[in-house]
């Protein structure tokens, strides 16, 4: 299976996100994307999974889950339709 994202490294300093991901680096304030992420642990911030798709990351002692395409502002076309006779 292919996945959506290659999410390489994703680091916190503060409530600031650094996301690797793709090739590309990004930094994300969590304070204005996720509460619970914002208020969290330093140790919980850094307790995350990759989904096996790659299409987001989890963070399961706070009960988080944010889109790999929401955090790095990617928007996908939805499939054209096929006709059915």
């Known amino acids: 299976m292919d996945k959506a994202h290659d999410v390489q490294k994703v680091t916190f300093i503060g409530t600031t996100m650094l996301l690797h991901v793709d090739g590309e680096k990004y930094e994300i304030d ?3 994307l996720s509460p619970r992420l ?3 642990t330093q140790d919980q911030r850094e ?6 798709s790659g299409y987001g990351l989890h963070w399961p002692d706070v009960d988080e889950d944010l889109s790999i395409d929401g955090l790095i502002g990617v928007k996908h ?5 096929v006709p059915t006779s």
């Open 30 to 32: 969590t304070a204005k």
């Open 77 to 81: 076309s939805a499939p054209a339709a």
């Open 38 to 40: 914002a208020t969290a």
């Open 47 to 52: 307790r995350f999974q990759v989904s096996p």
